[in-house]
Nanobody
């Protein structure tokens, strides 16, 4: 299984970007998915997380306080994908963004974490 992330780039403050991440390879069950970021000289931090939900109920979400109201995480289970819509971007959002997915390979597998390679988001002031 691999995670392929895309969508980073350069944007001016106040602008928007959308990140995508899809799991390729065999996925029996896609559990929680999330986005993390790491700015230069700082530790990697959680940006947003979304759990698997059910057929009728969307997965619950969690956001870092710094992005609440500006970022939205969604997922498409049919595509094994997770997305991050980032609005009202600030220079402090500049970082490498990584997607993470908890994936089970069979019915008895509780799941393990997979990470994408990261995509750079640069917000200019």
């Amino acid at each position: 299984v691999q995670l392929q992330a895309s969508g980073g780039g350069l944007v001016q403050a106040g602008g928007s970007l959308s990140l995508s991440c899809a799991a390729t390879g065999f996925v029996f069950r896609l559990n929680a998915m999330g986005w993390y970021r790491q700015a230069p000289g700082k530790q990697r931090e959680l940006v947003a997380n979304i759990d698997s939900g059910t057929l009728l109920i969307k997965g619950s979400t969690k956001y870092a306080d710094s992005v609440k109201g500006r970022f939205t995480i969604t997922r498409d289970n049919a595509k094994n994908a997770v997305y991050l819509q980032m609005n009202s971007l600030k220079p402090e959002d500049t970082a490498v963004y990584y997607c993470k997915a908890d994936i089970s390979g069979d019915p008895y597998d509780y799941g393990k974490d997979y990470w994408g390679k990261g995509t750079l988001v640069t917000v200019s002031s």
